[in-house]
Nanobody, 122 residues
Framework: QLQAFGGGLVQAGGSLRVSCSAS????????MGWFRQAPGKEREFVAT????????YYAGSVEGRFTISTDNAKNTMYLQMNSLKPDDTAVYYC?????????????????WGQGTLVTVSS
């Protein structure tokens, strides 16, 4: 089970960290991902990480501004978002899959959290 939290309202140029708690099993061999969906748009890939090995990959629109990470002790994944822009406004979802690598498509993920809203004001 995945639960995303930590969203909120932030001004453009600011920072925010969203979290995803994982429960109900061990995720050490899973590929984890963050996606986002803005109103009227399709869900889009943001970042992915292999929980155990830390290999990361980012969408071009967030690379250099966002950082994905995991904390094994807390069974939690994070997305640190810096230099936020109004275009980053969306519901952010965390996801997990046991199979694959560098998974960037929603259909590749079997498990999803409920989403947390991030709003960036101009």
């Amino acid at each position: 089970q995945l639960q995303a939290f930590g969203g909120g309202l932030v001004q453009a140029g600011g920072s925010l960290r969203v979290s995803c708690s994982a429960s109900g099993g061990t995720f050490s061999n899973y590929v984890m991902g963050w996606f986002r969906q803005a109103p009227g748009k399709e869900r889009e890939f943001v970042a992915t990480i292999r929980w155990s090995g830390g290999s990361t990959y980012y969408a071009g629109s967030v690379e250099g501004r966002f950082t994905i990470s995991t904390d094994n002790a807390k069974n939690t994944m994070y997305l640190q978002m810096n230099s936020l822009k109004p275009d980053d406004t969306a519901v952010y979802y965390c996801a997990a899959t046991r199979y694959g690598s560098r998974c960037t498509q929603p259909y590749e993920y079997a498990y999803w959290g409920q989403g947390t809203l991030v709003t960036v004001s101009s």
